[in-house]
């Protein structure tokens, strides 16, 4: 089923709408609750590990429920228009700052990041699962999630390049001589209006997110149906799930990748600031890695079509681990960090999609196998893995630097706190990404398999 680049387009909007707000929490809502709304780092740690606790509960939850969803647009086209609107409105209100005492402050902060986490696994996971069902072509899906993660990409580009002017521009509304003077000004800006800046900048995001939500709702259709006879049964529904040996692989890689991503996100900022000695240069590191990725994200399909995704992921793996790890070797070189840091993003950036690509063609593969499908359970169950191996990558990014005897603030670091930083930057995540490729080598839907299911589950229908 071939998808028409205007269906592309729109669905991949989708992705934008979700980086505008999640990315906004990701980036900005721990120091929102600890500079602005005066929590104490502590708390507000419990915060946001308690959310990410309550993902897990979620996901599954949500996969399950969309799975039994019936409608006339579909299983679900229709979240992403009445989970949309809950999950704007819940993003302002997670960055909002009622005048309560402290306790009233932290229920409040409690009550809104599990009300925000629950919007956006009712929006974001359906939406996921949507790109498995618009078309049964493994290579269609390539370059379908191909432009879902351009787009994904422009949306976090956009949110950490300008977040922080909009938070000064509307903080300063009444203050046109500071409202120009950037990001600089928010060291001085006070409190009342970093918190208005910043409900503000979300309300402008949220209001952009429904607009492209609908976008992708409207552009978008479901073909790939569940068969007709398939008995709703939850029990049924996790036993085939981790008796789909495809999906089994490609959680286990899910999780040890994001170990290495949040590895790395975590550690990039101690080592420009302490290694490098260079603290503002992060960001100018982060867009560059952010450009190169979507440079190199359309290469995506032609590969796949090429060598099939399989050995496309197992490639892109081995290169962009190898790169990783160079950029121990190029020590304080800041031109050549930047070289192999452009072409590690580079080398993984087509198996970004390809991942999403083979989860559908996992959904795909339960059906053949078992006859049953189950794909937001396939999306929901793999997508909690993913944030289970961010999760552990920050804490042993944080592990790390404790073992390497890391004192925060200090001048100057010890040789044993330089060599754990460097680490967590390049050998490491590096070590971690090549292993996938050992992990995919028994991923074991090829090219033959998946073309061979495609034609067996098209005959099943029209019998």
Known sequence: MKLSVK???GYSLGDTASHFVWDLVGFWLLIFYTDVYGITPAVAGVIMFVGSIWDAIMDPVVGVISDRTNTKWGKFRPYLIFGAIPYAILAVLAFTTPNFEMGGKIAYAVITCLLLRTAYAFVNLPYSSL?????????????????????????????????LYFVNFYGNMNNPELAGEGVKT??????????????????????????????????????????AKQESNIKKDFKYLFKNRAWVILTIVGIV???????????????????????????????????????????SKPLAKKFGNKWVYVGSSILSGIFFCLIYVA?????????????????????????????ADSADYGEWKFNHRTTGLCFSAAVLAQKLGWAIGAAAAGWILTASLFVPNAEIQSESAIQGIKLLVSVIPGVLYASCAIIMWFYNLD???????????????KN
């Open 131 to 163: 790109g498995a069902v618009m078309t049964n072509d493994t290579y269609e899906r390539a370059g379908l999630n191909t432009y879902r993660f351009i787009a994904a990409y422009v949306g976090q580009f956009i949110v950490t390049g300008l977040a």
């Open 331 to 359: 020590g304080d070189n800041l031109v050549m960090v930047y070289v192999f840091n452009i072409l590690a993003k580079m080398s993984y950036a087509p198996a970004v999609p390809l991942l999403w690509t083979m989860i």
């Open 447 to 461: 090219t033959k398999t998946v073309e061979q299911m495609k034609q067996d589950l098209e005959f099943r229908v």
């Open 186 to 227: 928010l060291a001085t800006t006070p409190t009342t209006n970093m918190a208005s800046g910043y409900q503000l900048t979300v309300a402008t995001f949220a209001v952009l997110s429904l607009i492209f939500f609908a976008i992708a709702f409207f552009t978008t259709k479901e073909r790939v149906a569940p068969p």
């Open 7 to 9: 269906e592309k387009l």
């Open 257 to 299: 990748s994001f170990i290495m991503f949040a590895m790395q996100n975590a550690a990039i900022a101690y080592y420009f600031k302490y290694y490098i000695h260079d603290a503002e240069n992060v960001q100018l590191f982060n867009i560059i890695g952010t450009v190169a990725l979507i440079v190199a994200l359309p290469l």
